[in-house]
């Protein structure tokens, strides 16, 4: 398929896992890319693997606001457009609410939640003139409640709520704007998991496709939904989640 040749598609948190996945779908599909992330190395690592001439790449931290600006002058400078943001980067905490310091449950809020706002805010105007779409990655996290993920679930369950709203405010303007909301995936957010194969089986077991996602599975949605097969699809949550969300958490019977 060539659903996005053509097109200019930003991606942040671009260096690995989901939003690596999501650049090589939409390149696969013909888009032209411009890709955020902290490790300039792994970004570079992946516009090397890519069509360099249709890559542009910026180390960007998505919390600092000159950050995104600065990633969106970029896709203007190069290519002229915008056509998809994929608002992807993300950080994680794990922790009780009175643990630690205060700046963990900061850096969460200021990369999950402000991160996506600045990065739509910034690159609206151009969204609107190319009547483009936005897809935030929030998490089933951002639907239902996660042990000792407090810090976390509060950015994503914003994120979610801002998505729906953000979709109302900019239909009229021919912007849709959706998200998605993964379960577990093996990315390197996730590696430290793997050390735990317990726990694996744990979140395993509560999946009713029987394992968690690779980062391709959840390019394919974000795909779907930046494309024109999505038209007229927008302020969705759309969980990915091998069935997950599907369940009542009540065990099986049998």
Partial sequence: MARFQGKIVIVTGAASGIGEGAARRFAQEGATLVLGDTDGAGLHKLADELAPATVATRETDVSKIADCEALVALAIARFGRIDVLVNNAGVDHLGKLDEGDFSAFAKVIETDLYGVVQMARTAI??????????????????????????????????????????????????????????????????????????????????????????????????????????????????????????????????
Wanted: glycine share 10%; net charge negative; with cysteine.
């Fill in 125 to 254: 105007a151009h969204l609107r003139q190319s009547r483009g779409c936005i897809i935030n990655m929030s998490s089933v996290s951002g639907l239902g409640g996660d042990w000792n993920h407090s810090f976390y679930c509060a950015a994503k369950g914003a994120v979610t709520n801002f998505t729906r709203a953000l979709a109302m405010d900019e239909a009229a303007n021919g912007v849709r704007v959706n998200a998605v909301n993964p379960s577990l995936t093996y990315t390197a957010l996730t590696a430290g998991m793997k050390e735990q194969p317990e726990l694996i089986a744990k979140f395993e077991e509560r999946i009713p496709m029987g394992r968690g996602a690779q980062p391709e599975d959840i390019a394919g949605a974000i795909a779907f939904l930046a494309s024109e097969d999505a038209r007229f699809i927008t302020g969705v949550n759309l969980p990915v989640d091998g069935g997950l969300s599907a369940s009542n958490g009540q065990p099986p019977l049998s």
